[in-house]
């Protein structure tokens, strides 16, 4: 990223102070946000989500796979993520490996625990089959909130995912080894259920204000970030907070209220657009 001079960082933090930002936006506001879906043939279920600059691929790969002994009635889920090389200069080498695993760190912590995305629908024949899941993330470009980004992508791509019908054939519940037999279904698919799937809100903060949607201009200012992923029920599900500087409790619930009020409208857009994408992808 171009280095800012005083000047312009002034500028930024004077907007962010005032409620009026670079773009035009509020600190709570959102830039439009594109979905498109199927856009990866090979895959179970694809998205690509743009939100401003900042450019998404996700994929969900479905895989016959055995539980945790932990989660016997339980799938699993992977999530991997890939910053390209031309969507900004600091992913090229170290960087950007650096970067991609801090963000797969924290959609795992955002998406996987508490009453993110629900495992149990993944499993055939507890302690026995289940479905495993490989969501690759991709960042075409980057132009900040790469991770709120992320996580729509995600949630877009699973809301394309159809999982194959799987028959149990037969099941020898006598031995703990033996493998029950199943036939997958290539003609009959499952939608997977994304009702319960989290979004991600990113709250940066900027002087004594914090914002949504920070673009990367923004978030060179900030002086913390607190992410939230919040379903459509109100429940946070998970959290993780990135910057230097502590924040104190009392501000972080605060952010926590604020966050959950944006989410509503943000789930109601975000569902609204791949419900759109998926009706034009039926068309063609």
């Known amino acids: 990223m171009v280095g800012l001079s005083i000047g312009e960082k002034n500028f930024i933090r004077g907007g962010i102070a005032q409620d009026l930002r670079c773009d035009g936006r509020k600190r709570l506001s959102y830039r439009p946000i594109g979905v498109e879906t199927g856009v990866i043939p090979q895959a179970n279920g694809s998205a690509r989500v743009r ?79 289940c479905w495993d899941l490989y969501i690759d993330g991709l960042v075409v470009s980057s132009d900040g909130n790469l991770l709120d980004a992320l996580g729509a992508a995600i949630k877009a791509a699973l809301s394309n995912t159809g999982v194959p019908k799987v028959n149990v054939i ?79 409790p009392s501000i972080v619930l605060d952010m926590i209220s604020v966050a959950k009020h944006v989410s509503e409208h943000f789930i109601n857009t975000l569902d609204s657009e791949i419900a759109a994408a998926e009706a034009r992808e039926d068309d063609s």
């Open 51 to 129: 939100v401003g600059g900042t450019d998404i691929i996700a994929s969900v790969k479905a895989e016959l796979g055995r539980p945790n002994p932990s989660q016997p009635d339980q799938g699993k889920v992977s999530i991997n993520i890939d910053c390209s090389a031309t969507a900004a200069p600091i992913f090229q080498g170290k960087g950007g490996e650096a970067l991609s695993t801090e963000l797969a760190v924290a959609l795992r912590r955002c998406l996987l625990g508490g009453a993110g995305i629900d495992l149990s629908c993944l499993s055939i024949v507890e302690g026995k089959v």
């Open 170 to 248: 037969a099941a020898d519940a006598t031995s703990a080894d033996n493998q029950p037999e199943v036939d997958v279904s290539d003609e009959e698919f499952l939608q997977f259920d994304t009702s319960t799937v989290p979004v991600i809100m990113t709250l940066i903060k900027v002087g004594k204000h914090y914002i949504v949607d920070a673009t990367e201009e923004e978030e060179s200012q900030m002086s913390s970030a607190i992410s939230m992923s919040i379903n459509r029920q109100g429940h946070i599900c998970g959290l993780t907070k990135r910057g230097g500087a502590g924040v104190d």
